[in-house]
Nanobody, 117 residues
Framework: VQLQASGGGLVQAGGSMSLSCTASGSIFSINNMGWFRQAPGKERELVAT???????DTADSVKGRFTISLDSAKKTVDLQMSGLKHEDTAVYYC????????????WGQGTLVTVSS
């Protein structure tokens, strides 16, 4: 099983950017997928997750600015980010709990989002 993330890069404050992550491999089902981020010198933190049933969990710091969506058929989770702030600068990691033989947690390779102020 692999998680392949795309998107990221440099954006000006107030701008928008989207991240996408696709799971591949012998996956029986998706429990949930989402995004975490880690800023320099800080711990990794939840950004947003979404279950296969559509239930979302979004960090207070990004509510109203970030939107997460899941295409279960494509095994792809998207994160639409708007109103970006300098403090959103971080490495963003795709995360998924997938059932192969049993539920297991997987991480993508991380993609850097830099918001210039």
């Amino acid at each position: 099983v692999q998680l392949q993330a795309s998107g990221g890069g440099l954006v000006q404050a107030g701008g928008s950017m989207s991240l996408s992550c696709t799971a591949s491999g012998s996956i029986f089902s998706i429990n949930n997928m989402g995004w975490f981020r880690q800023a320099p010198g800080k711990e990794r933190e939840l950004v947003a997750t979404i279950t296969s049933g559509g239930t979302t969990d979004t960090a207070d710091s990004v509510k109203g600015r970030f939107t997460i969506s899941l295409d279960s058929a494509k095994k792809t989770v998207d994160l639409q980010m708007s109103g970006l702030k300098h403090e959103d600068t971080a490495v963003y990691y795709c995360n998924a709990v997938l059932k192969v033989y049993y539920n297991r947690n997987y991480w993508g390779q991380g993609t850097l989002v830099t918001v210039s102020s």
